[in-house]
């Protein structure tokens, strides 16, 4: 047991009356732990609760850990809703401590274990990404939606209403998507990124998709990731390459560099939103505008 999260508990207990005076407003607070769960939880409450998000846009959660204010906030929430699967991998810890004291929601509990994609056998090892496929992202919203009535079943009517709502939304960005990327696999582009957030996307929408990374932005590509992925971009004329917004793109540079040096040309393209949103009132300010938004991006850059 870490007693470095007990300690800053107690020592945030003599801040947290100050936090809630500034800040609240009379409703109930949930925070969630991305900018991404916050806007679909927004479109899942309404105006029924203050939705926070704990990362703030453009931040890596794969990497994120949580300051002094984020345990102020967690601590103070009426309910935490977070993403699992190990996207917050060094926030797990904390979860496993604030269940015995809080409400949580883990939203992608309610996804079968066949529909999720890994990388190895380790509990880790399963690609946390679901967003990227809109259907999966549509069943970790009812599963959202139904956890929240549970907790507040006065709430029922209208977050039901709003979850319809939103779950429509979705229907109509998923035939979107289907629709832009079938034109993509006819031409046999490929979607080729920093870091291997986009699986999720290959799958549902049948576009090859390759990650100079691993998984997690934690892993580092070797010489053999680069060239092997220099040799595919020429022998299938791909012809742009992404940048992400919360990664450096000093890798995915690398390998315009050596596409150049043998002789074929590739545009960096992006940067794409993986991770995280953009800033609000943004077109990448929310998921269905984060998804549409990298959806034109990927479209321009790599029709023919």
């Known amino acids: 047991m870490r007693n470095w999260f007990f300690v800053g508990l107690i020592f945030l207990g003599f801040s947290s009356c100050r936090f809630q005076s500034e800040e609240d407003n009379g409703k109930v607070t949930i925070v969630a732990t991305t900018s991404i769960l916050a806007d679909g939880i927004r479109n899942l409450v309404g105006d029924q ?3 926070i998000s704990l990362m703030p846009a453009g931040v890596d959660p794969h990497l994120y850990k949580a300051s002094v204010r ?8 009426d309910l935490v809703i977070y993403h699992g699967l190990y996207l917050e991998g060094k926030m797990t810890e904390i979860f496993e401590k604030l269940a015995f004291s809080k409400d949580l929601i883990n939203v992608s509990e309610s996804i079968p ?4 994609l890994r990388a190895g056998p380790e509990a880790h090892s399963v690609d946390p990404h679901i967003w990227f496929d809109v259907n999966l992202w549509k069943l970790a919203m009812q599963h959202a939606s139904d956890e929240i009535i549970k907790w507040k079943p006065e709430w029922t009517d209208k977050t039901q209403e709003l979850s319809k709502s939103y779950q429509k939304q979705l229907d109509e960005l998923n035939l979107e998507v289907q629709q832009k990327t079938k034109q993509l696999t006819e031409s046999q582009q490929a979607l080729i990124t920093a870091h291997d957030a986009f699986a999720y996307f290959g799958k549902a929408y049948h576009i090859e998709v390759k990650g100079l990374q691993g998984l997690s932005t934690l892993s580092e590509p070797g010489l053999r990731d680069l060239t ?3 040799q595919f971009i020429i022998e299938r004329n791909i012809h742009a390459v992404f940048a992400e ?3 450096s793109p000093k890798a995915i540079t ?3 560099a050596g596409c150049a040096n043998a002789g074929h040309t590739i545009k960096l393209a992006g940067p794409l939103y993986t991770d995280s949103l953009d800033s609000p009132n ?3 300010g929310t998921y269905i505008g984060m998804v549409e938004t990298n959806l034109k991006t990927i479209f321009e850059s790599l029709q023919p």
């Open 254 to 256: 690398a390998v315009v």
């Open 282 to 284: 943004t077109p990448a």
């Open 49 to 51: 609760a203050r939705v």
């Open 245 to 247: 917004q919360t990664i």
């Open 113 to 116: 274990d066949s529909l999720l």
């Open 70 to 77: 984020d345990l102020d906030l967690l601590e103070n929430a």
């Open 228 to 230: 092997g992925l220099i």
